[in-house]
């Protein structure tokens, strides 16, 4: 026999955990029902001449389909094809393909006979044998035409956005006397969307014929949406060419009849037209006894949005220059998901007290993607080649003050 208090606790504890599972079993029932008839938003797919390029997911492990065209022109499968940008060109291989190693501290003997400094019209950065820069083609120069159409998916609320073909563009290799053009695409003002097409070498007149799928985009919310086309040729060995933008405003149309069939010039980029770039802290201290520069990478806030996540992984590479020769790389940790990095992070550099003035300390921060080619969110340049007025005061306060630690913010300009 059992006393009525403990049947009572008995029947009251069956009673709960029976309403508990019932419970959990309808919730994941009704989740389960609303994930397959519900498409989340700022979801998109990419489509190649038919072929999904990116399934329809959200997550890091995208699968891949390697496209490769043999002389007759038409498509097919290999290993070993040109999606994008193949891994030992976008920095995936080789002794820099870790980024989220660990801390460097280096000891860097600095001689004076590094070569002959380039002239002052080339590039800073490790591609600085180009004679020009390659964002800025002369005002006489034309860039070509840019092809593509836009579509409305009204029951699924999808923007379709096909990048068809472009013409007449530029030579930006002079070996080749050509060009190997690829497209990114955004979605302004939100810049949630960020896609790109693949390479297509050694072509003035590429024919890409990429559709996009964006989901989540109502009708009512077109007009106030613009698509800024950019359009870059690829360099295996330094930064891409930026060949030039098209922006279409598409509160002028309306693809609500059908899909709309479109060709704009490419015209010349305008830096002034783009965004903050977000804003980097950095500390520099040196210690004229030792001969010796102290370099740290303290974070960085308001970095733009470069995933389609909306967040972004940065992480920092530091680049020391004598004149204009590079002499000196390292990068800090990849920091997952965020636009507000903090690094504090420190490299130490062997610099004689006579050679400061020709010393110049590049930051890029950068947004680390394993699928395709990590992208530049902005730079900063410190010293002789200080681009703007604070990053020369910050020089020069460090030179002037000796053992003592100077920390100051500084924006990120357009690289």
């Not at 949630?192 to 072509?203: A, E, G, S, Y």
């Not at 990053?391 to 924006?411: I, L, Q």
């Amino acid at each position: 026999d059992v006393s009525p208090v403990v049947a009572g606790l008995i029947g009251a504890t069956v009673l709960v955990v029976s309403v508990s599972v019932t419970v959990f079993v309808w919730t994941c029932c009704h989740q389960q029902a609303e994930k397959k008839h519900k498409t989340p938003p700022y979801k998109f797919i990419h489509m190649l001449k038919g072929i999904s390029i990116y399934p329809e997911t959200l997550s890091n492990k995208k699968k891949i389909n390697r496209i490769r065209r043999d002389k007759s022109g038409t498509a097919k499968e290999g290993g070993r094809g040109n999606l994008l940008v193949d891994a030992a060109e976008s920095g995936l291989m080789g002794p820099d393909k870790a980024p989220d190693g660990p801390p460097h501290v280096d000891q860097l003997p600095i001689k004076v006979d590094y070569g002959d400094e380039l002239s002052p019209d080339q590039s800073l950065t490790p591609g600085g044998s180009k004679t020009s820069s390659p964002s800025s083609p002369g005002d006489d120069v034309m860039l070509g035409d840019l092809t593509f159409s836009v579509d409305y998916n009204f029951p699924k609320k999808a923007l379709v956005v096909t990048i068809q073909e472009a013409h007449g563009l530029p030579v930006m290799d002079e070996h080749t006397q050509s060009s190997d053009p690829y497209i990114k695409m955004t979605i302004l003002p939100d810049k949630r969307h960020r896609v790109k097409t693949r390479v297509l070498r050694k072509t003035l007149e590429p024919v890409f014929d990429e559709t996009f799928t964006f989901y989540g985009i109502p009708y009512s919310q077109l007009q106030d949406l613009v698509l800024h086309f950019l359009v870059l040729s690829f360099d295996r060995f330094s930064r891409d060419d930026v060949i030039g933008e098209v922006m279409v405003p598409l509160a002028g149309v309306d693809p609500s009849t059908g899909k709309v069939q479109l060709t704009r010039e490419i015209l010349k980029r305008n830096i002034q037209k783009c965004v903050s770039r977000g804003e980097l802290q950095v500390s520099l201290s040196y210690q004229p006894v030792a001969q010796r520069m102290t370099v740290v990478v303290l974070k960085a806030r308001h970095l733009p949005k470069m995933d389609i996540t909306g967040l972004s992984d940065p992480y920092v590479k530091v680049n020391v220059y004598y004149g204009r020769k590079r002499i000196a790389k390292k990068k800090t940790h990849v920091k997952k998901c965020t636009l507000n990095p903090i690094f504090n992070e420190s490299f130490i550099y062997d610099i004689p007290v006579d050679l400061l003035p020709d010393i110049s300390i590049e930051f890029l921060v950068i947004d680390f993607d394993r699928t395709t080619k990590n992208e530049v969110v902005g730079r900063l340049i410190l010293g002789a080649h200080s681009g703007s007025a604070a990053g020369a005061e910050h020089w020069r306060e460090v030179c002037d003050s000796p053992r003592k630690a100077v920390a100051k913010w500084h924006s990120l300009s357009e690289y």
